[in-house]
């Protein structure tokens, strides 16, 4: 069975990711990984990170994968200097001064619907099946949103 690498990543982040506003997620360790991910949101949601930039934690969904992207490169920070220049792309506080590793982010999409997950630290995994949903069709309609929508608008 075919799998996809999947990252847990704590709301409102994972949110940010899937809309394509943050652009490097920190991490206090490196990957070789490159290539397109799963996002996955865990059941806890950092409330405090939510009122700090202004999004609604009631809207977020979570113990869920909520959307993808690309991982295509790795950015080491050498001070917070550094840190503090990429703030507008990571929206992370100074005080995680501890992440020397930025993963750039590229192509992010979000779900229209979330699949229920349960998350694990660093990459991790995802079988490619239908079975875990109501929906017998739900991995279609995800794993082929972006085809059927071209050739939908193309006729």
């Known amino acids: 069975m075919p799998t996809v690498k999947c990252l ?23 990957t070789k990984f490159r290539g397109e991910f799963f996002v996955h949101a865990p059941i806890k949601i950092r409330t405090s ?16 994968i909520v959307g993808k992207a690309v991982i295509y490169d790795v ?5 917070k200097k550094e840190l503090r220049a990429d703030q507008r792309f990571h929206f992370a506080t100074l005080d995680f001064a501890d992440a020397r590793f930025g993963f750039m982010l590229k192509s992010a999409k979000e779900f229209k619907v ?7 630290l660093g990459f991790f995994d995802v079988p490619l099946e239908k079975n875990k949903t109501k929906d017998s069709d739900i991995t279609s309609e995800i794993f082929d949103e972006e085809y059927r929508t071209r050739w939908i608008n193309h006729h």
């Open 8 to 30: 847990s990543v704590s709301q409102p982040f994972a949110y940010l990711i899937v809309k394509g506003k943050k652009t490097i997620e920190l991490r206090r360790w490196n």
């Open 75 to 79: 950015k080491k920070y050498q001070t």
């Open 49 to 64: 990170d939510c009122r700090r930039l202004g999004i609604d934690e009631g809207a977020l969904p979570a113990g869920a």
């Open 114 to 120: 979330p699949i229920p997950c349960k998350g694990r």
